[in-house]
């Protein structure tokens, strides 16, 4: 596993890359291009704000910073999941023709969510501020969770991204299985609303607890459940070396299968 890893930082160019094309490339032929990096979440905070504040009303101070608060980590998990699934199978030309190591295209996809989640921060922090939700001294645990959250996110890829190569309908039952996800992770409501025989499902879901740790420096300004991340942390470093595993034993056969 080590020696994979360190093939990987060989081709640090090359997964530079292939990061800066996939974000030169999202937007490409429209009007705006880049700045949608901007305007989808300030859009997205907009219609939040308007649907839970006139149509829907919620019984939570601040609904739509309740609610963008996570949001946006939540479509960083979700977006890198469902885009890293068929990676491998759309770059199929790209591995039959150089050699590179493979693990290079979900962990761009991964690293291309995150510096769109960075720039989505640019929106978040400011709009928190103009309601009174100023940055305090519990920031300094959000590098702590956005890395636990890139470790989780990536060995989910990892194994996506190879089993989908065998079983193609993977990719489109990933879309149901991420949606059926966001309503058991707490974007939506804080867990104290979810009646107490279902709480188990919200309080052993990783996802669950990394959004509402998010939510606790963000919207709370309070301390995360430091148990809580020790316990992610460890279970995703345990995920990405079995997922990283699985990944190296199926590449072999990506180029007959593809």
Same mark, same amino acid.
């Given at each position: 596993? /080590? ?10 160019? /090359? ?97 291309? %969510? ?74 939506? /409501? ?42 992610? %942390? ?25």
């Amino acid at each position: 596993m /080590f020696k994979d890893w360190v093939d990987i930082y060989k081709y640090r160019e /090359f997964l530079k890359n292939s990061v800066s094309k996939d974000l030169r490339t999202r937007y490409r032929g429209s009007v705006f291009g880049f700045l949608w990096t901007f305007l989808n979440p300030l859009l997205m905070l907009v219609v939040y704000s308007v649907l839970f504040s006139i149509v829907v009303r919620m019984q939570v101070d601040n609904y739509p910073l309740f609610l963008f608060s996570t949001l946006l980590s939540w479509n960083f998990f979700a977006n890198s999941i469902l885009g890293g699934s068929s990676i491998v199978v759309g770059s199929g030309n790209l591995i039959k023709k150089i050699y590179f190591p493979h693990e290079i295209l979900p962990i761009s996809v991964v690293m291309a %969510g995150l510096v769109n989640y960075l720039y989505g921060l640019v929106i978040l922090i400011p709009a928190l501020c103009i309601y009174g939700y100023y940055p305090n001294v519990h920031y300094v645990y959000l590098p702590l969770i956005l890395l636990i959250q890139v470790i989780l996110t990536l060995a989910i890829t990892f194994l996506v991204s190879a089993l989908t190569v065998f079983f193609r309908d993977l990719e489109h039952m990933l879309a149901i299985i991420v949606n059926a996800l966001f309503y058991l992770s707490g974007v939506l /409501f804080p867990l104290s609303q979810v009646p107490e025989e279902a709480r188990w499902l919200f309080y052993n879901n990783p996802i669950a607890l990394l959004m509402a740790s998010y939510r606790d420096v963000f919207y709370y300004g309070r301390t995360p459940d430091l148990q809580s991340l020790l316990f992610i %942390g460890l279970f995703s470093i345990l995920l990405l070396f079995i997922s990283q595993r699985v990944f190296t034993k199926l590449k072999f056969r990506f180029i007959e299968e593809i």
